[in-house]
């Protein structure tokens, strides 16, 4: 369990980007925001046996083929998870060396050690609380400059019948402890983003990082997470095409902030916190969106009302879209289009099971099928002003939140603030 004292919350004058970071002088990174610029979008356990069947009604749906739920590390996962859940175990098996061989594991823990097996059994036994990370990695960078811009919590319920995800908006004023590996003494607060930055050096790369990270988010919603996983948005692209492109609404005109059109065609340009007039447009409507276009419209924040909050809900879009297409028939019958599906989501990831085989995890999790993914959003998604004076603030609400997600009754929690419910247009 994560200590909540103060020690983990000492000051450090080095508890900022250095002068390169945050000029943005690394390099370049196609899909991703530069800081700053634009508006901001805004205990113990207990023995969380809460209800989850109440978050909304149930709808009567047409019978068809069942989908997982996941994440951006539940891409894959999921369709291994969809297998079992039909009876096809035999069938998911035979693509899990596949998945292994391709997933780099590894421990976050900051002495470097996994969680006694026996342990990590028991505790996949009620609720799973899984931690997941986007890196925002631009070309050229070495590990130790990469932050994390998409941070989301898959909380699954002791029941194992649903699913929730919960983002992060990356720019949450909050304390940041400290990782000695790293030689981070810690800082009061800072964009929570720059966790992941602060533990990844000294060479402590992606375990450092998400360990940090783990800790830091640990320490804000008193949640203790039973996996964490790490994608680089750039392999993530590699997974939608694989797919063949991903169906995605676009509810308004949304200019890029990284595209511009040159002959019709997208061309990346450097990203220089001002409008164009060539800049490229995603425009209103649904369509199959090739990779490159997908991940830019579900990274957009700039120009939009409701800032990093419709960012968060077009990223949680593009999973569920990720989710039906990959478990669609086009996919699941055709073995080699799996096979290289599952290959480059393993590619891309990098996790922490805590100890737990990694098909053992998998399987625990194949109850999931069929399953609502139910997506949340902090502050009700709008802007709250951080009591540390930058940044955005975290509300009473959204504590509440944390607090029904720790004690197992989300479901409880969501029919006394509907607000927090993303409304589902797929």
Not at 103 to 125: C, F, H, M, P, Y
């Amino acid at each position: 369990m994560p200590s909540k004292t103060s020690d983990r919350r000492a000051r450090s004058s080095g508890g900022h980007y250095d002068d390169a970071y945050a000029a943005g002088s690394y390099g370049h990174d196609e899909y991703a925001d530069r800081p700053g610029g634009g508006r901001r979008g805004e205990g113990p356990k207990s023995s969380r046996s809460g209800s989850h069947n109440l978050s909304k009604p149930k709808k009567k749906k047409k019978k068809k083929a069942t989908s997982p739920v996941w994440s951006k590390i539940v891409t894959v996962v999921g369709v291994l998870i969809t297998l079992a859940g039909f009876g096809g175990v035999a069938a998911a098996q035979s693509f899990m060396g596949d998945l292994t061989s391709s997933i780099e594991q590894g421990s976050v823990n900051e002495d470097g050690t996994a969680v006694e097996e026996k342990d990590a059994r028991t505790a996949l036994k009620g609720p799973i609380d899984i931690l997941m990370l986007g890196l925002d990695t631009r070309a050229g960078w070495a590990e130790n400059t990469s932050r994390a811009d998409t941070i989301i919590i898959l909380h699954i319920p002791a029941s194992h019948d649903q699913a929730y995800l919960i983002s992060i908006p990356r720019d949450a004023e909050v304390p940041i402890p400290s990782w000695s590996k790293a030689g981070f003494n810690g800082t009061s607060h800072d964009k929570i983003n720059a966790a992941y930055y602060f533990g990844s050096q000294r060479k402590q790369g992606w375990q450092g990082g998400a360990g940090l990270m783990k800790k830091t988010v640990e320490q804000l919603t008193g949640l203790t997470f039973d996996g964490v996983t790490v994608i680089d948005f750039s392999g993530f692209r590699n997974v939608i095409a694989a797919m063949g492109g991903v169906h995605m609404c676009v509810e308004r005109d949304t200019w890029s902030s990284h595209y511009v059109k040159r002959d019709g065609k997208p061309q990346y340009l450097t990203w220089n916190g001002q409008y164009r007039s060539d800049a490229w447009v995603h425009k209103k409507g649904c369509r199959n969106m090739a990779a490159w276009e997908a991940l830019d419209f579900s990274r957009q924040r700039y120009g939009l009302p409701n800032s990093d909050y419709d960012r968060q809900k077009h990223q949680q879009q593009l999973l569920k879209s990720m989710a039906k297409k990959a478990t669609s028939a086009g996919i699941l019958a055709n073995p080699t289009k799996l096979s290289d599906l599952i290959k480059a989501a393993g590619a891309s990831l990098k996790m922490d099971t805590r100890g737990v085989p990694l098909d053992d995890f998998i399987f625990t999790m194949k109850a999931l099928a069929g399953s609502d993914l139910i997506a949340l959003k902090t502050n009700a998604g709008t802007y709250a002003k951080s009591e540390f004076g930058g940044g955005e603030g975290i509300t009473a609400g959204t504590k509440a939140m944390f607090d029904a997600a720790k004690d197992d009754r989300l479901g409880e929690f969501l029919m006394e603030n509907p607000e927090y419910l993303i409304p589902d247009k797929s």
